[in-house]
């Protein structure tokens, strides 16, 4: 069962799209909207995401949550926000099933219609009753919080964040996770890291390039040129696109960009948005936190850190916090 909120439909994705492109960026989420981007999308995932080929980095998701056990006979429901294919989720699921108890609900929290679908098919067998998906803007999460507060109230609600946090505004976030947990909820969340042996800048430039590969490579080009060629935007319009290292709130980011080559329309659900030759479009970012600053900036907006789990090379952080 699968439910779709209006801040996915068509109208309220173009206004999304035109509030981001004219400030000279690309809609994250844009990147996941048709099927086509989704399962270019899954390509890069298995192809160049350390968590699917390098074991030390699936064992620090299975070492946190083995540390994390139901009270029994305590309803729990368990909340993938971002969820892509659900795998996390999955590893999360199976660990609490081995401890001998399961979720009594999943609810799969995806803008992507097909990877809401993959990760109801991957947790069916690991929780009660039949799981839901949502195919829905986190930006809109109080519909979110409406919506779950309509059913069971007592339930425990445990969230799992994997993956966005990179591509989102850290104000975005914190008002998302502010708006959905409640006090006692827990929340799993990942960091992509800057490999940092020392809090230099740098130190940080250093270990930023070193990860670059992870981004530069030709699955991850053509997925994120796919909303060009879909939109109908040729290279003679913008430019192949270029990966960089950049600094924004104190945070180095993997960037990508496009540079506009000739004046011309973006031409949007009817609107037309003035591209000017020589503009600079943002189409990709990748916020690499460390892990002191990751846990400062949880901790400062009030969350309590229970537990985390570092991969040995530096470069992803998982972490358990409460509300
Ligand atoms: C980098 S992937 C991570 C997927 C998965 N959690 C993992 O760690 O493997 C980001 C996921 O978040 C979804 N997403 C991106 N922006 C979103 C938004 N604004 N609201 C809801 N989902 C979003 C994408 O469709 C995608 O599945």
């Known amino acids: 069962m699968i439910i779709f909120s209006s801040s996915r439909s068509p109208q309220a994705v173009l206004k999304k799209q035109l509030f981001y ?31 699917l080929s390098e074991p030390s980095f699936s ?12 009270p029994s006979g305590q309803r729990t429901h368990l909340i993938g926000l971002g969820c892509g294919t659900g795998v996390k989720e999955q590893w999360l699921a199976q660990c609490v099933k081995r401890g001998g108890f399961s979720f009594q609900r999943f609810t799969a929290v995806d803008v992507s219609e097909r990877l809401c679908q993959l990760s109801l098919k991957r947790l069916r067998p690991f929780v009660l ?56 909820d827990q929340l799993f969340m990942s960091a992509n890291l800057a490999p940092v042996k ?20 030709r699955e991850t080009r053509e997925w994120l ?14 430019s192949a696109l270029r ?4 600094s924004e709130q104190g945070l180095r980011s993997v960037i990508v960009r496009g540079e506009v080559l000739q004046d011309f329309e973006w031409i949007l659900g009817g609107r037309r948005v003035r591209m000017k030759k020589r503009d600079s479009l943002k189409v990709f970012q990748s916020r690499r936190w460390t892990s002191f600053a990751f846990e400062h900036w949880m901790k400062r907006a009030g969350f309590k850190v229970r537990a985390c789990e570092i991969t040995p090379n530096g ?9």
């Open 198 to 217: 020392n809090k230099e800048e740098s130190e940080v430039e250093r270990a930023v390039k070193r990860i670059l590969p992870q981004y530069q490579n």
């Open 129 to 184: 009753q039949k799981p839901k998906g949502w195919v829905i803007d986190l930006d809109a999460a109080k519909e979110l919080r409406c919506s779950l507060d309509q059913g069971d109230r007592t339930e425990r609600r445990i969230y799992t964040l994997f993956g966005l946090v990179p591509n989102l505004d850290p104000s975005l976030v914190l008002r998302i996770l502010k708006t959905l947990l409640r006090s006692g």
């Open 225 to 238: 040129s796919l909303l060009f060629e879909e939109q109908k935007i040729t290279k003679k319009m913008i």
């Open 21 to 51: 492109l004219k400030r000279g960026v690309i809609d994250p989420s844009l990147h996941y909207h048709s099927l086509k981007q989704s399962k270019a999308w899954e390509k890069v995932f298995q192809r160049h995401c350390p968590v």
């Open 59 to 70: 064992q620090i998701y299975r070492t946190l949550f083995s540390r994390f056990t139901i």
């Open 315 to 323: 470069e992803e952080g998982v972490w358990w916090v409460e509300r």
């Open 243 to 246: 990966f960089g290292i950049e």
